[in-house]
C-alpha cells in the first residue's frame, strides 16, 4: 500500500527529507526547472505516513482514502516512475546550525508573502539571529491570502508552517509599514546589519497591442486582489453583465479566475471570497470563459492539478477548440497535459452548464471597440476571427517595481543578484542587501518553489555574516518602534493580525465559511486594536 500525492501539492518539499525511503521525486533543489506536483513512488512507499504528518496542504492521501475527486492520482503518482524509475540518493542529514550571540545578526525582511515568511524560517534556524519582518498591509501570508483561491483551502493550509516561524521569540512583526513610505532604506540599514526584499512582482505585463487603453480591459491579477479582498482593488468595477469573458493566457491564475466566474453560486457561498466579490457574482450573466493560449496543449502555462481540478466542477463543461498539438514524446508532465486536454475533448456537454473554453493555438491580435471592449481580433492557422465579449483580463505574467534604493533590471523586472546577494550598477555586490523570491528570480514557480529560493538567498547571509562581512554597529528595536512612532505610523504586531484572524474566523463561523475578510484598511486597524 502507498500514500499519494494529490492537487494540492505546493511543491515546498517539506515532505522529502522525512521520507525513511526516499521515493518522493523530483527534489526541487536539485532540478533545473521548477516542478509542478510530486510524485510518491508506490513500489518503495514502506505505508509509514511520515509525509502526511510534513505536509503544509493536506495534499497527502493514503491510496485506499483518496477523496472522490483526486482519485486519478493514484495512476498519475505510478505513472511517473514508469519512463524514469526511482533511484536512491546519497543523504547527508542536515543538522542545526551552531547558535550565534543573540543581536549579533539583525535582519529586516519587507514583505510578508511565501518568499518572506520561508525567509524568515530559514533565518531562525540559526539560535541567536533576530529578525524583523515588514509588511505594508496589516495582514501578513501576502499571496496566500491574496491570491490562492478561495475555494483552495487545503493550499493555504501552508500558513501554519509560516506562523511557527512568526512565533519565534526572536521575530517581530511590524505589519501596516510600507518600506519605501514610512521607513527608507537607509532606515532599514540603520538598525539592520542585513535586509532580505521579498516583495514579488506586482506589476502585470501588458500585452502592447492596439486596443488596449479600451475599457473592460483588466490585468487578470487585479481580478484576483478583488474577489480575495486585497484592500486596494475592493474598488474594481468589473463589468460582469456580459454573457462571455475572455481571457488572454493560460496559466493557473487564468484558470482560477476562469472557475471562479462559472463556479456554482453555492460553492462559492462556502469559500471565503470577498463578500463584495461574492454578491457581484451572484448577479453575474458570464455563461462562458474563454481561456486563449498561444500554444497547444503539452505546452500549457498551467499545472496539471489545476487543469484537472476544472473537471470537478459542478454544472460547468470544458470545451477544447483550436489546435491541441502532437501528443509530446518527452516530458511527464507535458505528455499528462495533453492527455487530459484530449479526454476534455472527448467528453460530452450539458444544455444549460456554463462553459470554460481551453482555446489553443491562439493569438489576440487586437481589441475591438471604440471606448470599451466589445471584442477580440484573434488568429489562428485557419486565419483571422473574432470573439465577441465586454470583458476581458489579461494573464501574461508579472514583473517586480523598482525598490526605492536598490539597482532594478528593466527587462526582467527583478533586482540583479547573484543567488540572492543584489548587484549594483557598478557590478560589485551591495553589502547587506539580498532578494528572494519573484524579485529575486522572476515570476517562476509555485508556493513551494519559494522555499529553495529562500534556503539558497539565506545561505549566502550567512555565509557574509561569518566571513565578517555584515559587521557593524546598528540601531536596536526600540530605536526603530520609536522612529516609528514619531511618523505617526500605527504598526499592527502579531497579537494584532491574530486579533483580526480571531475577528475573521468568527464571522465565517456564523456564515459557515471559513472567514468573512475585513477589507477596509481602517476596519482592520479596528479589529487589530481590539486584541
Not at 460553492?267 to 457581484?280: F, G, K, N, Q, V
Not at 459557515?512 to 484598511?521: F, I, M, S
Request: proline residues 5%; charged residues 25%.
Amino acid at each position: 500500500m502507498a500514500f499519494v500525492i494529490t492537487q494540492n501539492c505546493c511543491t515546498d518539499a517539506s515532505c522529502v527529507p522525512v521520507c525513511p525511503v526516499d521515493c518522493i521525486r523530483p527534489i526541487p533543489s536539485e532540478d533545473s526547472q521548477p516542478a509542478q506536483m510530486l510524485y510518491i513512488d508506490p513500489d518503495t512507499c514502506v505505508d509509514c505516513g511520515a509525509c502526511v504528518e510534513a505536509c503544509p496542504v493536506d495534499a497527502i492521501y493514503h491510496e485506499d482514502e483518496l477523496p472522490d475527486d483526486q482519485t486519478p492520482y493514484r495512476e498519475i503518482n505510478a505513472d511517473y516512475f514508469v519512463g524514469q524509475p526511482l533511484a536512491i540518493r546519497p543523504i547527508t542529514p542536515v543538522g542545526r546550525p551552531d547558535p550565534i550571540e543573540r543581536g549579533a545578526l539583525r535582519v529586516a525582511v519587507v514583505g510578508a508573502g511565501p518568499a518572506a515568511c520561508y525567509a524568515v524560517s530559514e533565518l531562525v534556524r540559526v539560535k541567536g539571529a533576530v529578525v524583523n519582518l515588514f509588511e505594508k498591509l496589516p495582514t501578513p501570508y501576502g499571496l496566500v491570502r491574496f491570491g490562492v483561491a478561495p475555494d483552495h483551502q487545503r493550499t493555504k493550509g501552508v500558513i501554519a508552517s509560516y506562523e511557527t516561524a512568526l512565533n519565534n521569540h526572536d521575530v517581530s512583526c511590524f505589519f501596516n509599514v510600507e518600506v519605501g513610505l514610512d521607513l527608507s532604506h537607509s532606515d532599514l540599514l540603520d538598525h539592520h546589519h542585513a535586509v532580505i526584499y521579498a516583495v514579488g512582482a506586482s506589476k502585470s505585463r501588458d500585452l502592447g497591442i492596439p486596443g488596449e487603453q479600451l475599457s473592460g480591459n483588466h490585468a487578470a491579477a487585479d481580478v484576483v486582489g478583488w474577489y480575495n479582498g486585497h484592500p486596494d482593488y475592493a474598488d474594481l468595477d468589473i463589468d460582469l453583465s456580459g454573457q462571455r469573458a475572455v481571457i488572454v493566457g493560460n496559466g493557473n491564475v487564468a484558470l482560477d479566475v476562469a472557475r471562479m466566474f462559472v463556479m456554482n453560486r453555492d460553492d462559492l457561498a462556502t469559500t471565503d471570497i470577498a463578500e463584495h466579490a461574492l454578491t457581484a457574482l451572484n448577479t453575474s450573466s458570464i455563461e462562458e470563459v474563454v481561456v486563449l493560449g498561444r500554444r497547444g496543449a503539452a505546452d500549457a502555462a498551467f499545472s496539471i492539478g489545476e487543469l484537472l481540478a476544472l473537471g470537478n466542477l459542478r454544472d460547468v463543461d470544458v470545451i477544447i477548440e483550436g489546435d491541441i498539438g502532437e501528443r509530446p514524446d518527452d516530458g511527464f508532465d507535458r505528455t499528462l497535459k495533453y492527455d487530459t486536454v484530449r479526454r476534455y475533448a472527448d467528453r460530452s456537454t450539458t444544455a444549460g452548464n456554463r462553459r470554460i473554453v481551453l482555446r489553443f493555438d491562439t493569438k489576440l491580435e487586437e481589441y475591438i471597440g471604440e471606448h470599451a471592449v466589445r471584442g477580440l481580433l484573434v488568429a489562428d492557422d485557419s486565419g483571422q476571427s473574432s470573439i465577441e465579449t465586454s470583458l476581458v483580463l489579461r494573464s501574461i505574467g508579472y514583473r517586480g517595481a523598482l525598490v526605492d534604493g536598490l539597482p532594478f533590471d528593466q527587462e526582467s523586472g527583478t533586482v540583479p543578484n547573484e543567488a540572492g546577494r543584489v548587484v549594483g550598477d557598478d557590478g560589485e555586490m551591495v553589502s547587506g542587501v539580498y532578494v528572494t523570491g519573484w524579485i529575486k528570480r522572476g515570476p517562476r514557480g509555485v508556493i513551494g518553489t519559494n522555499r529553495i529560493c529562500a534556503h539558497e538567498t539565506v545561505g549566502g547571509l550567512f555565509d557574509d555574516f561569518h566571513k565578517g562581512v555584515l559587521v557593524r554597529e546598528v540601531a536596536d528595536n526600540k530605536s526603530l518602534e520609536s522612529l516609528l512612532d514619531s511618523r505617526g505610523v500605527d504598526v499592527v504586531d502579531l497579537g494584532g493580525w491574530r486579533a483580526i484572524d480571531t475577528f475573521e474566523r468568527e464571522q465565517g463561523a456564523a456564515a459557515a465559511r471559513p472567514r468573512v475578510k475585513v477589507v477596509e484598511v481602517p476596519a482592520l486597524l479596528a479589529a487589530a486594536r481590539a486584541q
